[in-house]
């Protein structure tokens, strides 16, 4: 569709989203990864619709409250690593242009002005879980988990992780959560204040309207202050270290290391 003349909000079906499913129900928005056949994970289009959703929430003054949740039995499991191997590895120009693109869904999900809930409906992996973290709030199917790989599949979680691990569950517990590359089982993600919430599948969609009605019946103007407020220390680690990684994290691309890892990792799913 072509750009619009000024701020406004559009219909979901106006925006022909194919990788994400955008739904606004006043006071709520819902935007669903939708990727099942790959544990919704994200290439350059499913980023791109993100962040258009993201702006027309933020355009719309009926939405009140956002919730970020997954198609099937995952939440997200971070990049496709099969669209790395097609198009990133050996590129680092054209990796540089794909991390803008994850910069970018990230950064308009943070500024949305209004709360934002994940729903984490299963496993949040890699940048799965930064998405996850880059939301206000999160409630947690209690027999999923957390995890993160990078370093075992080429890649450093500099889209969030080692930005804000820190300030979430402090600095041993992020360390061991990015070096050991270990499962966080739900219950334990929620003991260390990775997420607010973990509660069993039944109970999961209550506890989510319960706090969006709880949510939307707070002051829009100064929810929206407080949430500038309270991301402070978020962007300040996010902009003194974001763009230093889109450009190390391209150069990687040239490397072996990088390039082993994840044709590695695509050699061993195909066993």
Partial sequence: MPEPTHPRPVEPSELGFETVVYEK???RATIRLNRPEVLNAFDFQMLRELARACEDVSWDDEIRVAVLTGTGRAFCVGADLRSWDADYLGRPGEYWKWFGAFKDAHDRL????KPTIARINGIAVG????????CDLA???DTAFIRHVGLEHGS???GGATQWLQLMVGDRRAREIVFLCEEIPAEQAAEWGLVNRAVPEG???ALVDEWVEKLTAKLPLTTRYAKQQLNVWRDLAWHQTVGH????????MLGNEAQDAVRGFLARGKE
Avoid at 127 to 134: I, W
Avoid at 245 to 252: E, G, K, P, V
């Fill in 110 to 113: 943070r500024e949305i002005g």
């Fill in 245 to 252: 990684a889109r450009d190390w994290l391209s150069l990687s």
């Fill in 156 to 158: 450093v979680p500099a």
């Fill in 127 to 134: 940048g799965g879980n930064e998405l996850q973290m880059a």
């Fill in 139 to 141: 409630l947690m199917v």
């Fill in 203 to 205: 109970e999961l969609d």
């Fill in 25 to 27: 129900e006043p006071p």
